[in-house]
């Protein structure tokens, strides 16, 4: 059996320099990686971001536009590589610039 093996940051500073540009959840063992959803939600619960792909994070932009510093929703679903079996984990993450 393969440990499902994650971690994921609270917070990221999109503020172009070269640390902490994007909000990446990483996975390192125990997932399908061809069966992974990410989506990021405003205060309203619109989806501003979404991926289907573990190594794409989100870069802090809206249509093309940086969003304001604040805490936005995440969801992701994702099946495990052991049993696929479905899992759905969320949270907040924190944009500061």
């Known amino acids: 059996d393969v440990e499902l093996l994650y971690f994921i940051p609270n917070t990221f500073t999109p503020d172009y320099d070269q640390y902490n540009q994007y909000f990446k959840p990483i996975f390192t063992s ?3 990686p061809f069966d992974y959803n990410l989506k990021i939600f405003n205060r309203w619960g619109e989806v501003i971001w979404e991926s289907n792909d573990a190594s794409v994070g989100w ?3 809206y249509n093309g536009k940086p ?3 604040g805490t936005y ?3 992701i679903e ?3 590589s052991y ?3 479905r899992k759905m984990i ?3 993450v924190n944009i500061m610039k």
Do not use: L
């Open 73 to 75: 929703a995440w969801k």
């Open 83 to 85: 049993s696929d079996e």
């Open 59 to 61: 870069d802090g932009t």
């Open 90 to 92: 969320h949270g907040h």
């Open 78 to 80: 994702f099946k495990t």
């Open 30 to 32: 125990g997932f399908d």
């Open 67 to 69: 969003v304001q510093d």
